[in-house]
């Protein structure tokens, strides 16, 4: 009998050679995924990377495994189908937020709605890199671009608020420049069956370096990222004496210690509630007043469109009068022609 070979990142990295910018965030995103995919157990002709248009949509010529690049906007359509054809496969969507937000907005939200068991990877710089600069629907409200010479007027999308407002089962985030987070995070996404958003702020050096600066920077990271794991406390900060709790119908950061404030005061993240009350204030939380969320913000176990396709076959089939093909034949009005 023949050993199973254990593959290693090196068998994903394809022999193309990686044409994005350098210090770019896409390559630590790369990077993590070709590291976990040999701890998946998925052999890799049962592996199909889908992506659309953009910078991250270069992703599946550097994996070697199946892949598309496909057109703007499409790479849900696409990995919807690619899923529905053959559910053994684990399809990842890599995306931006132009190519997810913008013109594959439609996609986006059908796609989460059904649950489609399909990893998404949104990476969101907050500008489209690809075409040199423009806004995009999640750069900040005022940011002045190419198309927004005197700032923008539009008020930005907050990816997790679109996942969880169609119905989203699983919602993560990450950023670029802690891969040992992003490792854990999307590891957990290929987990879950249905479909998971995993938004990673990633930075582009060239059109909007530091878009996520305030978040990522080691002065101030401590202060401005929460680490969410199902189970614990809500608490960051240097000195780990920060949490959240609920001020009226909205989350306030108080200290530990002051103000009669002790540990038992703070919340226990459940990403596990049904009721998405909880999750759609965590993934609008932002500086300066809140800590970005990271971690599996949103982890529900749900029917997948794989599931609710073959139990439909399989009781339409056991209904059904028509049994065999001499059923189907002779089934409505037939005629001899003598
Ligand atoms: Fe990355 Fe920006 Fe360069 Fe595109 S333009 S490869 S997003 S740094």
């Known amino acids: 009998m023949s050993e199973k070979i254990k593959l290693t990142a090196k068998d994903f990295k394809s022999d193309q050679e990686v044409r994005w910018?350098?210090?770019?965030?896409?390559h630590a995103v790369l990077n993590v995924i070709q590291r976990?995919?040999?701890?998946?157990?998925?052999?890799?002709?049962?592996?199909?990377?889908?992506?659309?248009?953009?910078?991250s949509s270069r992703f599946p010529y550097y994996m070697d495994t199946y892949g598309i690049h496909g057109i703007h906007g499409r790479a849900a359509a696409?990995?919807?189908?690619?899923?529905?054809?053959?559910?053994?496969?684990?399809?990842?969507?890599?995306?931006?937020?132009?190519?997810?937000?913008?013109?594959?907005?439609?996609?986006f939200i059908h796609l989460v709605r059904r649950n489609i068991d399909i990893n998404v990877v949104l990476l969101n710089n907050q500008i489209y890199g690809l075409t040199k600069g423009q806004y995009s629907p999640t750069s900040k409200y005022g940011q002045i671009t190419k198309t927004s010479p005197f700032g923008t007027i539009e008020n930005p999308f907050c990816p997790g608020q679109l996942t969880i407002g169609s119905q989203g089962k699983f919602f993560a985030r990450s950023v670029d420049n802690n891969m040992k987070h992003m490792t854990i995070v999307l590891k957990e996404a290929a987990a879950h069956r249905g479909t998971s958003i995993v938004e990673v702020l990633q930075n582009c050096v060239i059109y909007n370096d530091k878009a996520h600066g305030v978040i990522t920077a080691k002065a101030t990271r401590d202060d401005f990222q929460?680490?969410?794991?199902?189970?614990?406390?809500?608490?960051?900060g240097k000195e780990k004496?920060?949490?959240?709790i609920y001020d009226g119908i909205d989350l306030k950061?108080?200290?530990?210690?002051?103000?009669?404030?002790?540990?038992?005061?703070?919340?226990?993240?459940?990403?596990?509630?049904?009721?998405?009350?909880?999750?759609?204030?965590?993934?609008?939380?932002?500086?300066?007043?809140?800590?970005?969320a990271l971690g599996?913000?949103?982890?529900?176990?749900?029917?997948?469109?794989?599931?609710?396709?073959?139990?439909?076959?399989?009781?339409?089939?056991?209904?059904?009068?028509?049994?065999?093909?001499?059923?189907?034949?002779?089934?409505?009005n037939t005629w001899e022609v003598k």
């Open 241 to 244: 004496n920060k949490g959240l």
């Open 36 to 55: 976990i995919l040999p701890d998946l157990g998925v052999e890799k002709e049962n592996i199909a990377f889908v992506s659309g248009i953009g910078c």
């Open 78 to 107: 696409i990995a919807s189908g690619v899923k529905v054809a053959n559910r053994n496969l684990s399809v990842w969507e890599i995306t931006g937020d132009g190519d997810s937000m913008a013109i594959g907005g439609n996609h």
């Open 296 to 332: 599996v913000i949103r982890a529900i176990v749900a029917p997948t469109y794989s599931d609710n396709i073959i139990n439909q076959i399989e009781a339409v089939k056991e209904n059904s009068k028509i049994k065999c093909m001499d059923d189907l034949m002779n089934s409505g």
């Open 253 to 292: 950061v108080v200290t530990i210690g002051e103000n009669g404030v002790t540990e038992d005061d703070i919340f226990v993240h459940d990403a596990h509630e049904e009721n998405p009350t909880i999750h759609n204030r965590l993934v609008k939380m932002a500086p300066p007043e809140l800590p970005v």
């Open 21 to 26: 910018c350098a210090g770019c965030g896409d």
């Open 226 to 236: 929460i680490h969410l794991v199902h189970g614990e406390k809500m608490i960051f």
